[in-house]
């Protein structure tokens, strides 16, 4: 049985730092994409990194660019996120993804066919 399961979550206020995991098991990863989303109440899901298999190339949007980096251990089977200058806006549940289907960075949801459960995010002001 396939898992990914985030770790990291949890309260900081506006301005401070947190760092999520997330460990795969059950398949590797290693030559996948892979990225991590996040689900604000009443707002559909959206990307926040996407990297590559091999690390070299990764994906942010506007709204956490500079601000957010991602990163992976081939060898450990995981994918972190690094976000520092968090915003209330930042609230969210934050979801690991991989793709068995690509390789190269994603700009898109689509072709992400293995999810995490999510670990809550929130930034008081």
């Known amino acids: 049985q396939v898992q990914l399961v985030e770790s990291g979550g949890g309260l900081v206020q506006a301005g401070g730092s947190l760092r999520l995991s997330c460990a795969a098991s059950g398949r590797t990863f290693s030559s996948n994409t892979m990225g991590w989303f996040r689900q604000a109440p009443g707002k559909e899901r959206e990307i926040v990194a996407t990297i590559s298999w091999t690390g070299r190339a990764t994906y942010y949007p506007d709204s956490v660019k500079g601000r957010f980096a991602i990163s992976r251990d081939n060898e450990k089977n995981t994918v972190s996120l690094q976000m520092n200058s968090l915003k209330p806006e930042d609230t969210a549940i934050y979801y690991c993804?991989?793709?068995?289907?690509?390789?190269?960075?994603?700009?898109?949801?689509?072709?992400?066919?293995?999810w995490g459960q999510g670990t809550q995010v929130t930034v008081s002001s």
């Open positions: 993804a991989a793709s068995s289907l690509w390789t190269g960075v994603l700009m898109t949801q689509n072709y992400f066919d293995y």
